[in-house]
T-cell receptor, first 110, second 113 residues
Framework: QKEVEQNSGPLSVPEGAIASLNCTYSDRVSQSFFWYRQYSGKSPELIMS????GDKEDGRFTAQLNKASQYVSLLIRDSQPSDSATYLC??????????FGTGTRLTIIP | EAQVTQNPRYLITVTGKKLTVTCSQN?????MSWYRQDPGLGLRQIYY???????DKGDVPEGYKVSRKEKRNFPLILESPSPNQTSLYFCASSYRGGNQPQHFGDGTRLSIL
């Protein structure tokens, strides 16, 4: 069974600080990695996708992928209260399915 | 506006009464998928479709059926719903496959009594 693991949190970060969210996965052949943000009662919204080792930056968000360590992370710089949400890591294990972690709940403290 | 539309948004029904949740996308996406989301279990894939008349099981397909007769529509059918299918359901689509970003509908909250 292919698995995606996330710390459920809650993770509390002061406003303006860097929030670091982590995700590990079980299979080295994984090809595609995604971070989604989900506000309470809403649908998941894509933040970042990453396909190769290294860092990918988009505004205040940086995704980091290390395939050798089977690890993908999301950094949020200059955290804002509007970043308070649950962050879902999703991995495509080289087939047509998408497997999600259970999510990390992030709270930004003003 | 590009979107995935699910209906109904909320439904309360009783055990054994067949129901269908519709999903439609206007982005000409080939890939569509259904997920259920339960507390502590996260999002789990029920079924997916690579294109018209091409569907396959996800991780939790038991008790569900799907069909893909048109590219834009991907209904989820519960022929004999049971209380353990009470959940929040999401439909999603992507341009071509499960290895691409998926766009989600607003969700359907289903309660089976």
């Amino acid at each position: 069974q292919k698995e995606v693991e996330q710390n459920s949190g809650p993770l509390s970060v002061p406003e303006g600080a860097i929030a670091s969210l982590n995700c590990t996965y079980s299979d080295r052949v994984s090809q595609s990695f995604f971070w989604y943000r989900q506000y309470s009662g809403k649908s998941p919204e894509l933040i970042m996708s990453i396909y190769s080792n290294g860092d990918k930056e988009d505004g205040r968000f940086t995704a980091q992928l290390n395939k050798a360590s089977q690890y993908v992370s999301l950094l949020i710089r200059d955290s804002q209260p509007s970043d308070s949400a649950t962050y879902l890591c999703a991995v495509n294990f080289g087939n047509e399915k998408l497997t999600f972690g259970t999510g990390t709940r992030l709270t930004i403290i003003p | 506006e590009a979107q995935v539309t699910q209906n109904p948004r909320y439904l309360i029904t009783v055990t054994g009464k067949k129901l269908t949740v519709t999903c439609s996308q206007n982005m000409n996406h080939e890939y569509m998928s259904w997920y259920r989301q339960d507390p502590g279990l996260g999002l789990r894939q029920i079924y997916y479709s690579m294109n018209v008349e091409a569907t396959d099981k996800g991780d939790v397909p038991e008790g569900y059926k799907v069909s893909r007769k048109e590219k834009r529509n991907f209904p989820l059918i519960l022929e004999s719903p049971s209380p353990n299918q009470t959940s929040l359901y999401f439909c999603a689509s992507s341009y071509r496959g499960g290895n691409q970003p998926q766009h989600f509908g607003d969700g359907t909250r289903l309660s089976i009594l």
